[in-house]
């Protein structure tokens, strides 16, 4: 019989192991599929740009009234959107106590007025008596000077006998001027302190376009404000624009949006409160910029870049750009390209840096097909 070669129990494990190490590794990577893309051989050009920035319209002067007296609001006689007149009485609070205090004020003044006819009375006694001998000079001036201060007494209770009454009139909230109520602030049953907003009103009169600008743009706009129509207005849904006058610019930005606020005079436009609007601010005409269109333009790392293709290796690079403008649809690059550069203008959100790409080349049109032959005559 033909022996029979064993494998000793330690080297198969060995061999087994090794067969299963070679057939667990890491497999290659596959390639990148090489991506046909659209482009567009850079070139400078002249771009007059504009800045748009959304407004609204609103009231040159807004009031936030509210109660000079603390108390609990009874009734509140307006909502949102109505128009006001001025005196028409817009809330009102629980006027009790001030009733009472003024109650209370009255009798001090009564109190005040009998105990300086008193005391009058009492000083021409004295007065008489003086004059007979049968008392001081000394106790003719105490009891002149007691007198007077009666009298001082008295002008105090009828000054805060008036502003106790004054007070009771203040139970009511009545607008200053002509306007609309533009804000509810309060609901009846609430308990109001002094000073509490109930209701906000936009007086009548002048208008404002209202918009926010970033902080590096707040001198573009006051110097575009100095050339006669280089700031104007578009109301929504208008194609007609209106120039503006700038009006007032915020001395600090916003805390939250780091924005600087803008008014700007409506002027004569006929414009309702609350309405939209868009500012557009014409900058001068630019020589030897370079326009790309939206779809060239993305975001990485938080800078604005472009890809850019490397003709001899058919690959692409991220070139981080600076954005001055938009114009239509293209967009007006400030800084980062140079004339003759290859950029791409389609497919960017796909590609990575040093992709392989190919130019993308539009399919022939295919040729008409022939008419059908004519049926054979019979």
Request: net charge positive; hydrophobic share 45%; proline share 6%.
């Amino acid at each position: 019989m033909p022996q029979v070669s064993r494998v000793a129990p330690p080297l198969l494990a060995a061999v087994l192991l090794s067969t299963l190490l070679v057939g667990c590794g890491k497999r290659a990577a596959a390639p990148e599929p090489e991506r046909a893309v659209r482009t567009q051989v850079v070139s400078t050009g002249a771009a007059s740009t504009s800045l748009e920035y959304a407004a609204e319209v609103r009231a040159r002067v807004e009031s936030r009234l509210s109660f000079r007296v603390p108390g609990k609001l009874l009734t509140r006689a307006v909502n949102l959107g109505d128009t006001v007149k001025a005196g028409q009485v817009l809330a009102r609070i629980d006027g009790e106590d001030l009733k009472l205090a003024q109650a209370a004020a009255a009798a001090g003044v009564a109190a005040a007025r009998t105990n300086r006819d008193q005391m009058g009375a009492d000083y021409k006694r004295f007065v008489d008596l003086q004059r007979q001998g049968f008392i001081s000079t000394a106790e003719l001036e105490r009891r002149d000077s007691a007198f007077k201060a009666a009298q001082a007494q008295l002008d105090q209770a009828k000054a805060q006998a008036d502003v106790q009454g004054n007070q009771a009139g203040y139970a009511q909230l009545v607008a200053d001027g002509a306007g609309v109520v533009t804000g509810i602030n309060a609901e009846p049953g609430q308990v109001l302190a002094a000073g509490t907003p109930v209701v906000t009103v936009a007086l009548q009169g002048p208008r404002d376009i209202v918009f926010s600008v970033p902080e590096d743009q707040v001198a573009r706009v006051r110097a575009a404000a100095a050339q006669p129509g280089a700031l104007k207005m578009r109301l929504w849904g208008s194609t007609e624009t209106a120039p503006l006058k700038l009006r007032e610019v915020a001395a600090a930005a916003d805390p939250v949006t780091r924005t600087f606020l803008i008014k700007a005079d409506a002027g004569k436009l006929d414009v309702q409160l609350g309405q939209s609007a868009t500012v557009v601010l014409d900058l001068p005409q630019t020589q030897g910029v370079v326009k790309l269109p939206l779809a060239a333009v993305l975001e990485q790392g938080g800078k604005t870049s472009v890809w850019v293709l490397d003709g001899p290796s058919m690959t692409v690079k991220p070139v981080p750009v600076q954005i001055g403008g938009a114009q239509g649809n293209e967009v007006v690059v400030a800084s980062g390209l140079s004339p003759g550069q290859e950029v791409v203008v389609a497919g960017v959100h796909v590609l990575n840096p040093g992709q392989k790409v190919k130019r993308y080349v539009p399919p022939r049109q295919t040729a008409a097909a022939p008419a059908p032959a004519a049926a054979a005559s019979r």
